[in-house]
């Protein structure tokens, strides 16, 4: 069997306008004319003289990668909270730690672009400057942590606080995509339930809560409905932070690696979290605000600051926090 | 000779890529769009560029007539894309189309399954004229407050078929729509009405 | 009073350091060659191979190397190695019955042709520690005998059934390639050329406990090893520009043959049905538990309940790479800080809701 | 195409094929000295050296359906001659020096002129190989369960 026979196989494929990358050339960006005589003429390596680090691609993805990953995205906009599947590369850094959202950045990133990156709400926690220096390395574009300044903003976790503003896009990291999974653990039966727009049982799981607990207690990874169609799981973010995604300015990309999907919330569309007309959907409150600049109706970070008891509440959100503080808000810098 | 692709692969692509994502994602906003690209007549620098961003040997790429009974589109596209073409639209993943008023019936290509409503096909097609503030309404996700957008040539029966498109949602076919230096989509989610 | 500082680059930056220098360690102890790793930890480079889905031991040495020995950090290592590579295309399928055999055994007749041949195993070595290999020391030179005559003629067991028609046939060849579960994700049901990919790709321990849940009962397929055999064979390659296989080098290679409870209908007459096992290398326990696994994901095939994990072939293919496992339950030791808050405030709350109602409840009883 | 070897005799390519499959298993050494040995011009490239994977395929069964087994990392080398001709080199590994040399002997044994020569250089390193695979054979004969066939026993 030749490479070249392992191509266009569209006929044997259950479904066959997917694009995974199969056999022959491509996977390395190479643009190896297929039936061009040989010997191949050497093209240059795509990437290799655009890269920033030698012998890395622009962004790691090797351009066919990127393709792939690329349709993947325009299919999950056109249709907002369908998971499209795609074929995850193994990435260098560990599943569950963010590679579908590193794909999607990666996919869609270009030289302009400017990119934050945060893991629960904070540019400096281990993983969001793990991630921040893989792009910084490989791509070469500038990064930031502020987000009014960012074009791509890379997430675990956390919407950042600055409501985002047109042209801007978010990337989320996803650990599990589906919605369902917890209720049905099988992909077979989850795809057809969301063929079947069949969500009774998640109002049911939903409503035991309200039975049991007198409300939902689901406090994170709190169900949607987009558009009006397909139920979607909006990554383990608070679900404080359900509310931003309702009619954002900014376009949100939703990315998992192991999972292999990549789904999307276009700007401007209806994001509801599912609730009941007599127990309408509610958002955590804290009763102090961020010790550090004082900021209310924010979501804030526990800190324990000895062993007997003393706590202290600040902004998850440490680039809003560092604006405020920088604007002259002050808390009171103290336990409670 | 052939014609060159991107004179940089990864950022032509990349920046062809970034209009067509926000063009979906923004249904009806006219994104600007120039990769410098001079493919071979009747193939259009729009459709090349979409072409050699998005295609590859994974995607079936269905040519319209004109584009079709071109030997130099047909090499072009091969060489840059590696691209099998295909004579069914309803195996394509990618439609080209240089003569929208003869654009076949947008329900004769591939409109994805229930399960996989990802699996159907995006049509690309070259007009002569897209503009903003007249013509068509469009209503739906991505799309902020009163929008419309002209077309021309528009496809017979177009708005019939694109509102039997809508009504199939989830299923259906994504329309990207290029004139010379823009490109803007409507995405299967996009309601588009006369009034 | 506090204030905010800037926490996480140069942990991590001091974290590396630290990390390269405990890899090393001592000092005083001569450092491990790639060479040593190879020639020495040979049946460890092969799991890696076979896990990390990349023959090239001279690369997997090294990345255990790299990894302290930490085998699924060395499969990790390979893996985001390999997603780098350019894919030239793939192999004409290698013939394992044309391997040149370094062992080979048959537990369902007690001689055949090729023999019984025992090769480098620990079966029937006595465990007990050897403290003589705590010294450096010249190793004895194998022993050495004139090959006979049938030893280049190594039918497998399961041709030799199919001649009488006793056991169901491979399923043929359609010409049709196979599909790749590292270019499409797994579209379920998953037909059984992806399932031994996955299988032969998965965690050996996972699979090892598959396997031997099914000698327990879940998915019982009364198995026989029908033959297993550890050698060489060549891998050729069509290139392009050739047009003709090309040699490529040999690959050494454990192959299971598993022969399993007979089967028959009304229109089939009995016969045995097989499960079947090939592994980078040489990795016996990992071929035949794989073999297993394989016969147990035939159930619904073979018309048989599918009750079992081993059966499932929804879990077993979710959860056999040790890649995506590892990765997940390791990231539970990321932050998790904004969802436990979300949490803590809910048992709070809870909590506060469970004593007033009690506390009421008190006084209404008073 | 100039450069594409048209090869229909099946015997030229059986013979091209074992002088390939000699290379691969032959160590970098062995190589250079060979194309030492035959004072081999200066060779231009045709594509440089790379290093990438080719897919290995098992059967089903052993005998039935393909399946994708894992990959194998491949280098590949294409030369050619300053009189023309052309060599390939596709071998297990990422040795890329190796690599080009064994496109470089595959160039020149493509004409007959050379073609002895080419595998009289060869020849220190086949000789080893068949020694190695012959000293192998005699090992793994020697642990050989010998039954009398005749009285076979109970199990």
Known sequence: MSAMGMLPQTESSPSPLRGGVRGGGGADGTVEPRSAPPPPPAPPRKGEESGSEAGYNFAYLDEGTKRMIRRAILKAIAVPGYQVPFASREMPMPYGWGTGGVQVTAAILGRADVLKVIDQGADDTTNAVSIRRFFARTSGIATTTRTTEATIIQTRHRIPETPLREGQTLVYQVPIPEPLRFLEPRETETRQLHALAEYGAMHVKLYEDISRHGHIATTYAYPVEVAGRYVMDPSPTPKFDNPKMDQSPALQLFGAGRERRIYAVPPYTSVRSLDFEDHPFRVQQFDQPCALCGAEGVYLDEMLLDDAGRRMFVCSDTDHCEGRRADGHVGTGDAV | MLAPGFADPVHGAQGTFRAVMNALARPGLLQPLDAGLKPPAPLTPELAALALALTDADTPVWLDAGLAASPEVAAYLRFHTGAPLTDDPARAAFAFIRDPARCPPLARFAQGTPAYPDTSTTLVLALDRIANGEGLHLAGPGIKGPTRIALSPLPEGFLAQLAENRAGFPLGVDVILTAPGLVAGLPRSTAVTES | ?366 | MATRPLQPDPEEIAARQAVMALCADASRDDLDAAVKALAAPAVEDLRPPETGLVMATGRIGGDGRPFNLGEVSVTRAAIRLPDGASGFAYHLGRDRTKARLAATLDALWQDPTRRARVEAALEPAARRADADRRQAARRTAATRVEFLTVARGED
């Open chain 3, 1 to 366: 009073m506090y204030v905010a500082v800037k926490g996480g680059e140069a942990a991590i930056d001091n974290a590396h350091r630290l990390l390269a220098e405990a890899r090393r360690g001592d000092p005083a102890v001569p450092e491990l060659t790639v060479a040593q790793i190879r020639a020495q930890m040979a049946l460890l480079v092969d799991r890696v191979m076979a896990e990390g889905s990349l023959y090239d031991p001279d690369l997997a040495a090294l990345a255990l190397k790299q990894a302290r020995g930490d085998v699924v950090e060395a499969v990790f290592l390979v893996r985001a190695y390999r997603t780098t590579l350019p894919r030239f295309g793939a192999s004409t399928p290698v013939d394992t019955g044309a391997m040149a055999v370094a062992r080979r055994i048959s537990a369902t007749f007690k001689d055949l042709p090729g023999g019984q041949v025992l090769g480098p195993t620990f079966d029937y070595t006595h465990r007990l520690i050897d403290f003589a290999l705590a010294a450096e020391g010249a190793v004895e030179p194998a022993a050495e005998a004139e090959p006979r005559d049938d030893a280049d003629t190594c039918p497998r067991v399961t041709d030799l059934l199919a001649q009488d028609g006793l056991i169901e046939p491979s399923p043929p060849d359609d010409g049709a390639p196979a599909g790749d579960l590292t270019r499409e994700p797994v579209d379920y049901p998953a037909d059984r050329a992806l399932r031994l990919q996955a299988l032969a790709r998965g965690d050996e321990g996972f699979v090892l406990g598959l396997g031997y849940s099914t000698q327990r009962g879940y998915g019982r397929t009364h198995p026989f090893v029908g033959e297993i055999r550890v050698g060489d064979v060549a891998v050729e390659f069509v290139p392009e520009e050739l047009g003709f296989p090309v040699p490529l080098g040999r690959i050494r290679l454990t192959e299971c043959q598993m022969v399993t409870q007979f089967k028959g209908s009304g229109t089939a007459p009995p016969q045995f049905t097989r499960g079947y096992g090939l592994t980078f290398g040489q990795s016996e326990r990992k071929a035949m538990a794989m073999s297993l696994v394989d016969r147990a994901l035939r159930a619904e095939e073979l018309g048989e309940p599918v009750a079992s994990p081993a059966q499932d072939q929804e879990f077993v293919l979710a959860h056999c790479d040790s890649l995506q496992a590892t990765g997940f339950v390791e990231h539970l030791k990321l932050p998790h800080y904004v969802d436990f808050q979300a949490e803590l405030e809910l048992v709070r709350r809870l909590r506060a809701e469970f004593f007033r109602d009690s506390d009421s409840m008190q006084e209404a009883a008073e």
